[in-house]
């Protein structure tokens, strides 16, 4: 068997089209489908060929890989694309979908004689344009040879979390990881807010923790994105974060477990989102911080 496939992308957002990119790169044949095509056009000059169709992207394809907003519109897509979906295909389904959206999305799978791997990735633009991301992923041995090749052209190390992509291992993993970005995000934006409302230079405090326990590179990277404007493009957008920020607290009531700080990160994201932020990176949540009104503060 050669290594080289048809891949069908279904999503060409923000990962997704970093995603088929680099399949292509790599020397698969990649069809790539998206809601709003002209999302996807750009792949074009890639070598991708673009479909009208979510079933025109899948037909042919040895892996259908969906990186699409949430689950219920993954489901939606590929119940589109069910009529040339071939009984043994391999579906690499990366979207956040969330414990009751991989389960779903699994049963679909079932449903339609399709070999299910969950394989969310951990990583925003720049890592993905890179071919950098880590791809999370649990489904059948016996087929890893076949979805191996796509995980190599889009990240930088797999981590295997199970056998049973249906029993959602990967999505847990990762919504444990997001909730930490989310929070220390979150965390980020609050602590330049209180700066500005305290009239401490943003400068000050990166001093005073700088190279003890307290001080990390993320909070640097998201607080640069703030202080020089440099919120769009996004690397991972307010409105998503804001999605997956809800899976996380509905996963944690699901059970037992109170999650204050992602609950309240998924209304300031709301808040930011309302203020007209959402396409903006997630770190723009900082003027959830202030007054509707006082909305183009900034931290400087």
């Given amino acids: 068997m050669t290594d080289k496939l048809t891949v069908s992308v279904l999503g060409t957002g923000i990962m997704g089209a970093a995603m088929a990119r680099n399949l292509a790169r790599a020397g698969h044949t990649v069809r790539a489908w998206n809601r709003s095509r002209d999302k996807a056009e750009p792949l074009a000059a890639d070598g991708a060929h673009i479909a009208s169709t979510p079933a025109e992207a899948v037909e042919g394809a040895d892996v259908v890989v969906t990186m699409l907003y949430d689950g219920p519109a993954a489901l939606d897509v590929m119940r589109q694309a069910s009529p040339a979906l071939r009984a043994g295909t391999a579906w690499v389904q990366s979207t956040t979908a969330g414990l009751d959206g991989v389960a779903e999305l699994a049963s679909f799978a079932r449903e339609k004689g399709l070999v299910f791997y969950d394989a969310p990735v951990l990583g925003t633009r720049q890592p993905a344009e890179a071919g950098q991301l ?167």
Avoid: C
Wanted: proline share 3%.
């Fill in 134 to 300: 880590l791809v999370l992923a649990a489904g059948p041995g016996d087929g890893r040879d076949t979805v191996a090749p796509v995980f190599d052209a889009v990240g930088a190390r797999t981590v295997w979390t199970g056998e049973d992509g249906a029993a959602g291992s990967a999505t847990r993993l990762k919504l444990v990881a997001n909730s930490w970005v989310i929070a220390a995000t979150s965390a980020t934006g609050e602590t330049l807010a209180l700066a500005k409302a305290l009239g401490v230079e943003p400068r000050s405090f990166f001093d005073a923790i700088a190279g003890g326990p307290l001080d990390m590179g993320y909070l640097h990277a998201k607080s640069a994105l703030i202080l020089e404007d440099r919120l769009s493009p996004a690397a991972f957008a307010v409105s998503t974060a804001g999605k997956d920020a809800r899976l996380i607290v509905e996963a944690g009531e699901q059970h037992g477990v109170r999650l204050d700080v992602a609950a309240a990160s998924a209304e300031r994201f709301a808040r930011a989102a309302a203020q007209g932020h959402g396409d903006e990176d997630m770190a723009a949540a900082y003027f959830a911080s202030f007054d509707e009104g006082a909305g183009e503060a900034t931290a400087r």
